[in-house]
């Protein structure tokens, strides 16, 4: 995935913002969302301390609710827009790993054993 320059970003959202403001029947968002930043890959203790580093700047906490998922992340709220920050930490990363491996491999349609003669025995 490519980085996008920062100066375009700023540029790119001020340029919707002035789009949803000259057309008011473009609807906004009817609900709440984010712009999220992740930290560089690396050891979950260099993630964490770029995300305090970020909560520190933005002069907020790190969110208690990601980190039994595994997900160390702060943010800060413009109204119904929210900038936050995720680190996603090695055993998050792993055990998302291991839950798409199964991706495509399981048919969730049941099995009608009256057509299939593996489970008519």
Excluded: Q
Aim: glycine share 6%; charged share 25%; net charge negative.
């Amino acid at each position: 995935m490519p980085v996008i320059d920062r100066t375009a970003v700023i540029t790119g959202l001020r340029a919707l913002a002035d789009f949803l403001e000259a057309n008011p029947a473009i609807p906004a968002p009817a609900f709440p969302f984010s712009i999220r930043c992740f930290p560089k890959r690396g050891s979950d203790a260099e993630m964490c301390a770029e995300i305090d580093r970020i909560a520190e700047l933005l002069g907020t906490e790190i969110d208690p609710d990601g980190l039994p998922s595994g997900h160390y992340t702060t943010g800060l709220d413009f109204g119904p827009v929210r900038y936050e920050a995720t680190a996603v930490l090695a055993d998050a990363r792993a055990r998302y790993a291991a839950e798409s491996s199964y991706f495509g491999c399981v048919d969730p349609d049941p099995i009608d054993s009256t057509t299939d003669p593996a489970s008519a025995a």
